[in-house]
Every structure is written in structure tokens, then in C-alpha cells.
């Protein structure tokens, strides 16, 4: 499925599960973002991020804190994907940031919302943190550039 038709469905989502609140102001700035976002929206696969930028990053668990407390990204702090812009005074502007839900669906919406709100620095974590632990964790980029075993 094309990375715009997925975006578009997220967004479709998250203005569905809210009330209708949108002001023209609001959908300005969407469309503005829309406009020049790049392909992709931001998004980064787990084998793009080589084990040593890891520490790089402000990592951002956006699931609820029970699957959090079941298990998370190492050094990864919880915000919930619904309070992204509620509690934006605690993500740093000056350092990468990367989000991550289970599949990357909610952290898309909490990313949209975020770069909308002129944080540029940040990067939703493709698929998930269910992607992350298949593709090997922190050693994914490894993997993936690896030379195939036969």
C-alpha cells in the first residue's frame, strides 16, 4: 500500500475517533505539511538506524504503559501516542527524535500531529516495535547489510 494512501487513512482515523473540532487554521496547517512532507512522511526502518545512532536518538514508546511495562525499545520513554502534543515540552527539538506503537499506525498519527506542531526532528519508526524485535533489535542494520548465508 503507497506510504500517501497510508497516511491518509491514519489521518482519516484520527479525525474520525475525534469530535469535529477542525478550524480552518488547523486544516491549513495540514494541508501546508501535505504539501511538501516528504515521500514517506518521516519514516525510517529499524535496519536504516546503525546500532551506534541508537543513543542518538529521544526514543518514544507510544503505546499504553502496560505494554510498555511488558516490554520496550532499551531507553525508550512512554508517552502514550494521545498525549504527543499535550506533553510536547517534554520532547526535545534539539535531538532526533523516534516514535514507535506496535505496527507504527499510532505513532504515525502522534508523528503527524508532532511535525505538524513544527517539530521537524521527528521520525516514526516503521513498522513498529513488532518490526524492530523481528528484524533483530539494535542489531538490524547489521543483519540487513550482512552477507546472505547459503
Known sequence: MPFKLMRAGALALAMAAT??????EAVKAMEEYLDFVDYGGATIFPEQIPKEDWKKFH???????DQYAREHIPGAVNLEWRQALARR????????????????TLSAQAGFALRVAGYDNVRILQGGY??????GGFDAAARASAPAKH
Open 19 to 24: 469530535p469535529a473540532l477542525a478550524n480552518d
Open 59 to 65: 526514543v518514544i514508546d507510544a503505546r499504553d504503559k
Open 89 to 104: 515540552s517534554s520532547i526535545p527539538k534539539d535531538q532526533p527524535v523516534l516514535i514507535y506503537c506496535n505496527t507504527g
Open 130 to 135: 513488532a518490526e524492530w524485535k523481528s528484524k
